[in-house]
């Protein structure tokens, strides 16, 4: 087995950047409490015109200042594809300068998180992947979630793919599908199928540039414009483009669904707290950790969850379901 090893601050730790988000729950991301190891496969490029591989990794923390990644797939892989393989641990777990100066720069505001360790919320290796778990978050318990991303998991398998772990689909995978039936009836996403669907051929066919909107996000000014400019997405309604921004980077508007008004009536006692002035308590609340309210909000969900089942870092994978019994909005 090949192993790779990523240097980090001192100040990283893997279980407080992986169990923090309920995407590191979502399959086929697998953290393993016993071992504090996080496992799932990755998509390398495809080589010479062939189609895209797969190669499944642990991630480990044998020291304070380094990763440890381990290749669990017997793959022969180009220093490119180390590469690769780097470079989607680092953005799952936001690995990078940018991310590393607005951790400092949130904790300078928010005392708790600083001693507490938190402010990287985990992500997947690809922005694609978060959108699609994004929108299998809408309108349904978190269990439902687990079950269609699940779902999505085994499609290559109902394809015939050889796979050791089913992986996230890609969206040139889902593109090609002939029909969405697939996606309604064996991934059990219902309605969802069609949206999905149709993210994935304009992703594949370069209508929608997700991978521009990261790298470059620059180019599109302010949170503000990538806001606006997510939102023309068909199907990206308010929580599912916050979620996304989140994703990127951008913490300056919270992803607002029911969990959130269960929050603000539960922890800030705001019993009057209802969808037509959410917004407004959540502005009150945590515009005094701007640019990072988003952070401040999931220091505060975490806190919750913890309190009432225990580390997340430890729960048991049947455990999942439970963490959110709310109605998504």
């Not at 991630?59 to 690769?84: A, G, K, N, W």
Request: contains cysteine; aromatic residues 8%.
């Amino acid at each position: 087995m090949k192993k790779i090893e990523v240097k980090v601050s001192s100040t990283f730790e893997l279980e407080k950047s992986v169990c923090n988000h309920g995407f590191f729950m979502m399959a086929p991301n697998r953290w393993i409490p016993s071992t504090k190891t996080l496992t799932r496969p990755l998509r390398l490029l495809p080589r010479h015109h062939h189609h895209s591989s797969n190669v499944t990794i642990s991630i480990s923390q044998p020291c304070s200042t380094s990763l440890s990644i381990i290749l669990l797939d017997d793959l022969i892989i180009t220093p490119s594809q180390q590469q690769e393989i780097v470079d989607q641990v680092k953005r799952m777990l936001r690995l990078s300068k940018e991310a590393e100066k607005q951790v400092k720069e949130f904790h300078r505001l928010h005392e708790e998180a600083a001693k507490r360790g938190f402010g990287r919320l985990f992500r997947n290796p690809s922005l694609f992947e978060d959108v699609v778990k994004s929108l299998l978050l809408c309108g349904c318990r978190f269990q439902r979630s687990l079950e269609m991303a699940e779902g999505l998991c085994k499609l290559q398998k109902w394809l015939g793919k050889k796979c050791k772990w089913g992986n996230f689909p890609s969206a040139q995978e889902l593109a090609n599908l002939e029909s969405e039936e697939l996606l309604r009836n064996k991934c059990k996403l219902g309605y969802r199928a069609g949206p999905i669907m149709r993210l994935a051929k304009a992703v594949t066919n370069g209508e929608i540039k997700l991978l521009d909107y990261e790298l470059n996000n620059n180019e599109f000014g302010d949170e503000e414009s990538m806001f606006q400019k997510l939102k023309t997405i068909k199907g990206f309604g308010d929580f599912v483009t916050c979620n996304v921004l989140m994703c990127m980077g951008f913490y300056d508007r919270i992803p607002i669904d029911s969990e959130t008004i269960r929050h603000i009536k539960q922890i800030h006692q705001r019993k009057e707290c209802q969808k037509k002035n959410v917004k407004a308590m959540v502005k009150e609340i945590y515009d005094k950790y701007a640019p990072f309210q988003t952070l401040a909000y999931w220091l505060e969900l975490v806190e919750y969850y913890e309190n009432n089942m225990g580390k997340l870092s430890l729960l048991e994978r049947c455990h999942y379901k439970s963490v959110t019994g709310s109605i998504i909005t």
